[in-house]
Each structure stands twice: as C-alpha cells, then as structure tokens.
Nanobody, 114 residues
C-alpha cells in the first residue's frame, strides 16, 4: 500500500490547513485492522499523533487537537483528508499519513508564516 500526502506548503496564521492522503494499492474501505492516521513532527521534536479514521469512517482525535481537527474521507478517490483550523507557527511541522504505522507517506512540510 502506498500513501502520498498533498497540500499547501505554506499557510498563514489563523488559516485552515487542508491535507489529502491519496492511497494506492489498497482501499480505505477495507478492514485491514489498521487505522488511517495523521501524524506530524515539528522541527526538533518527536512524532505527534493527530487523529485517525477507520475503514468504516469512524474518526478519533488527539484530545489536545480535537477542537481544531477534522478528518474525513473520499471513498470514490480513495483519499482521506486532514483539516486543522486556526493555524499558528507552532503548527509548523512535517505532516505524515500512515496506514497503521505500517505504510507511510513521504511526509509534507507545512510552514505557518505570514
């Protein structure tokens, strides 16, 4: 299974980030017993779990980000998306999508700056 993140590399403060993870070689609607996950890594810090969506569309969010995060999916295009609102410079990070930590996208750098 291959995953590929896409989205803007630069976001202004207060804007909403929207990232898409396109999946190939597998279906996001099949139960592999693995979640489809968004993770990020700020510069100089560790990985942060942001949220996940299951094969059935159930969503789960990090408590610290829940108020700003939304994960959805487009089954016709085999994609799942992350939206993170009210962006600040502290949200600058490399954002990854992963299938249950088994398969990973290459990551996409998102910088928050005016």
């Amino acid at each position: 299974v291959q995953l590929q993140e896409s989205g803007p590399g630069l976001v202004k403060p207060s804007q909403t980030l929207s990232l898409t993870c396109t999946v190939s070689g597998g279906s996001i609607t099949v139960n592999y017993y693995l979640f489809w996950i968004w993770i990020r890594q700020p510069p100089g810090k560790g990985l942060e779990w942001m949220g996940a969506i299951s094969y059935s569309g159930s969503t789960y969010y990090s408590p610290s980000l829940k108020s700003r995060t939304s994960i959805s999916r487009d089954t016709s295009n085999n994609q799942f998306t992350l939206q993170l609102s009210s962006m600040t410079p502290e949200d600058t990070a490399v954002y990854y999508c992963t299938r249950g930590y088994r398969d990973w996208g290459q990551g996409t750098q998102v910088t928050v700056s005016s």
